[in-house]
C-alpha cells in the first residue's frame, strides 16, 4: 500500500517527544487532537509480540487534557457525562463517557479528579475543550477551562512495572489501577497513574515540566535495556483483541452508549443532573436498534481505512464494519462492528465484499480476549 507524509505545522504539532521518536525508528503517524501520534515502528506484528511479553515507551502527548477548575468545576464535569461523579474521590481515575442532549457520544476520556474544584478530563480525539467551554458560558458557571501543558508518556507491557519500580521505587506498586499520585524524578514531581490504552499492563506519566521530562524519557531507555525495551505506540491489534474502543473509528457521535456496551457507566436512576438523562431513559425502556460486537472472518490480511457494509445472505445490509485487523493469537481477520438488531446474535453469520471477493464470517463478543 502507498503512503504518504504528513505535513508539520502550528496546527499538527510535533510533540516533546517527536526528535527522540523519529530517531528511534517511527514509521509512520496519524493525527490525534491536532498532535502528531506515532501509529508505527516497523511491523505492526512484530510490535504486538514485543507488547505483549516486554515493555514500550509510547509518545502518547496527543491525548490531551481539559482542565477545568473554579467552584462549579465538578457541576460541569457532571453535566457532560452520564457516569455518576457524585461519589468520586481526589486521586483517582474514572472513565467516563461524554455526551450531548441526544445521548450521543462526544468523546469516552479518562476524568482525573485533582481536587473537587480541580478536574483533567484526558481525551480521545474530538474538541472537548469548546463544548465544555461552550456549557459554562450557557450555564453561566464560574470556571476556567483550558488545555495544560501537558504532555503524556505511557510506559506498557508486562515488564513496565518492574521498570517503573526500578526508577520510583515500591510506593508505585501500590498504586491500584487507575489511582494516579505524584512521584518525583530529578527534582521534579510527576503525576503518575496505573492506566494506559493497552491491556499489558503499565502506567501513563503526565509530564508538565518539558524538560524534566525528556531526561525521564531518556533515562526509561536506559533502564529499560535489561527489560528489552523499545519505543511504541497504541497497538491496533492488540487493542482490537483487548476490546479497546477508539472514538472516531469504532465509536461517534452518531451512537449512544448502551449501544456501545456501556451500560455500567449509565445512571440514569441517580440524582446527578447531567445532559442526554432523558434520552437516555427513553432508550433504555425502548430497548437499543443497534449494538457494537466482535466479527471474525477466515482470512489473512485486511487494510481498512473506512467502514464496510455487513450483508445477510440476501444482501440486506445487517451491520458496519468499523475496525480490523488480522489476528496472530486467533489466525484469522477480527473487527468491531455496529451490528443491527436481531442480527447481533453470537454466530450470525455475516458477508463482507472486499476488492471484489464475498467473505463470509461471523459475531461474537466483545472483547476477544
Same mark, same amino acid.
Given at each position: &500500500? ?28 496519524? %493525527? ?43 457541576? +460541569?464535569?457532571?453535566? &457532560? ?23 450521543? +457520544? ?45 504532555? @503524556? &508518556?505511557a510506559i506498557q507491557g508486562p515488564k513496565s512495572f518492574k521498570? &517503573? ?15 494516579? !499520585? ?5 527534582? !521534579?514531581?510527576?503525576? @503518575? ?28 531507555? $536506559?533502564?529499560?535495556?535489561?527489560? *528489552? ?5 497504541? *497497538? ?29 457507566? %449509565?445512571? =440514569? ?9 432523558? /434520552?437516555?431513559?427513553? =432508550?433504555k425502556s425502548e430497548g437499543i436498534k443497534r449494538k457494537l #460486537? ?7 490480511? @485486511? ?5 464496510? *457494509?455487513? #450483508?445477510? $445472505? /440476501?444482501?440486506?445490509?445487517?451491520? $458496519? ?12 481477520? =477480527?473487527?468491531?462492528?455496529? #451490528? ?13 465484499? @472486499? *476488492?471484489?471477493?464475498? +467473505?463470509?464470517?461471523? %459475531?461474537?463478543?466483545?472483547?476477544? =480476549?
Amino acid at each position: &500500500m502507498k503512503t504518504y507524509s504528513i505535513a508539520k505545522s502550528r496546527r499538527v504539532r510535533s510533540t516533546p517527544y517527536t526528535s527522540r521518536i523519529e530517531k528511534q525508528g517511527v514509521t509512520s503517524y496519524t %493525527v490525534y487532537n491536532h498532535m502528531l501520534l506515532p501509529a508505527a515502528f516497523g511491523s505492526l506484528e512484530d510490535s504486538y509480540h514485543h507488547l505483549k511479553e516486554y515493555v514500550q515507551i509510547w509518545d502518547v502527548a496527543g491525548e490531551r487534557q481539559v482542565e477545568i477548575s473554579g467552584v462549579d468545576a465538578a457541576k +460541569l464535569v457532571q453535566l &457532560m457525562t452520564c457516569r455518576d461523579l457524585s461519589k468520586s474521590k481526589n486521586g483517582r481515575c474514572y472513565y467516563c463517557p461524554l455526551i450531548d442532549d441526544q445521548a450521543g +457520544l462526544i468523546n469516552d476520556p479518562v476524568v482525573l479528579r485533582i481536587s473537587e474544584d480541580r478536574w483533567w478530563i484526558s481525551i480521545a480525539d474530538s474538541d472537548v475543550i469548546l463544548y465544555a467551554k461552550g456549557l459554562a458560558i450557557g450555564n453561566k458557571f464560574n470556571v476556567k477551562i483550558t488545555e495544560p501543558n501537558v504532555d @503524556i &508518556m505511557a510506559i506498557q507491557g508486562p515488564k513496565s512495572f518492574k521498570l &517503573m519500580e526500578d526508577i520510583f521505587g515500591e510506593k508505585i506498586k501500590q498504586l491500584k489501577f487507575f489511582g494516579f !499520585d505524584y512521584f518525583e524524578f530529578g527534582g !521534579d514531581k510527576h503525576l @503518575i497513574a496505573q492506566s494506559g490504552w493497552s491491556k499489558q499492563g503499565g502506567y501513563e506519566i503526565y509530564v508538565e515540566n518539558t524538560s524534566s521530562g525528556l531526561k525521564l524519557y531518556d533515562y526509561l531507555f $536506559e533502564k529499560g535495556k535489561q527489560y *528489552n525495551v523499545k519505543p511504541g505506540c497504541p *497497538n491496533l491489534i492488540e487493542r482490537i483483541e483487548s476490546g479497546l474502543l477508539s472514538y472516531g473509528n469504532d465509536i461517534d457521535n452518531g451512537d449512544n452508549p448502551y449501544e456501545c456496551g456501556f451500560d455500567k457507566y %449509565v445512571n =440514569i436512576d441517580s440524582d446527578v443532573e447531567f445532559l442526554g438523562k432523558e /434520552k437516555l431513559k427513553k =432508550i433504555k425502556s425502548e430497548g437499543i436498534k443497534r449494538k457494537l #460486537m466482535g466479527v471474525e472472518f477466515d482470512m489473512k490480511e @485486511i487494510s481498512l481505512s473506512g467502514s464496510l *457494509n455487513l #450483508m445477510d $445472505e /440476501k444482501g440486506h445490509i445487517i451491520g $458496519e464494519l468499523r475496525s480490523a485487523c488480522f489476528s496472530p493469537f486467533f489466525k484469522k481477520v =477480527i473487527g468491531i462492528a455496529m #451490528m443491527k438488531k436481531p442480527f447481533w446474535e453470537v454466530s450470525q453469520t455475516v458477508n463482507i465484499k @472486499i *476488492n471484489g471477493n464475498n +467473505l463470509t464470517g461471523k %459475531v461474537c463478543d466483545l472483547p476477544f =480476549i
